[in-house]
């Protein structure tokens, strides 16, 4: 049986752990390369190299970023003191695309859900904690998703904010429920903006 050569293979198995792509895909992208395109693989190749050197994490909001602290953080015109509680930096995206909030960040880089291995020690639920307790904070707003995790996870810091005596508001009702924030339209983001309430 005739197998495809090392390189080829490693790229399909490389491919296929990425979220959504099963290995049939991988191949079909991995020969889609190979057949016509080399010069896009030599500028995903460059594309990837510099996502892993110029990356990394706002030691404030854990936000992705080029420097340390990032834009948001470092920008004295937002407004400090509300902190908007996001899973994934693709919300921050999402939410400064529709432009309806002056506040920061702090994003979780996940929810709790113990089925699948997500407890509190594996988010940055620590690290919102000791950022409220040390500086200004008047507002945390959970913008988690409106599924059963992000309900949960905006309860569970709920009881740990509660006793720090800071408001904490939940984004209005007009996110489709079960759905994701990072796929939410300026309408209805800026309406859940608006409507969100004190929980
Ligand atoms: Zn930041």
Redesign the pocket.
């Known amino acids: 049986m005739q197998t495809a050569p090392a390189s080829v293979t490693r790229l399909i198995e490389e491919l296929a752990e990425l979220p959504g792509i099963g290995r049939k895909t991988a191949a079909r992208l991995t020969f889609f390369l190979l057949r016509n395109q080399l010069d896009l693989a030599e500028r995903l190749a460059e594309a990837l190299r510099e996502l892993k050197e110029r990356t990394r994490f706002?030691s404030?909001?854990?936000?992705i970023?080029e420097e340390n602290?990032?834009p948001?953080?470092a920008d004295p015109g937002r407004d400090h003191s509300i902190i908007c509680v996001v899973e994934e930096p693709l919300d921050v995206l999402a939410i400064e695309q529709a432009g309806v909030y002056k506040g920061?960040?702090h994003v979780l880089h996940g929810v709790l859900a113990p089925s699948e291995g997500m407890f509190v020690e594996n988010l940055r639920i620590g690290e919102l904690m000791a950022r409220i307790r040390s500086s200004d904070v008047d507002e945390v707003i959970m913008a988690t998703n409106p599924t059963s995790e992000g309900d949960w996870t905006a309860s569970y810091l709920l009881t740990r904010l509660r006793p720090l005596g800071v408001r904490v508001t939940r984004l209005g009702r007009g996110l489709p429920v079960g759905g994701d924030l990072e796929y939410a339209d300026v309408v209805t983001l800026t309406r859940a903006f608006e409507g969100r309430e004190e929980i």
């Open positions: 706002c404030v909001c854990h936000n970023t602290p990032c948001i953080c920061v960040y």
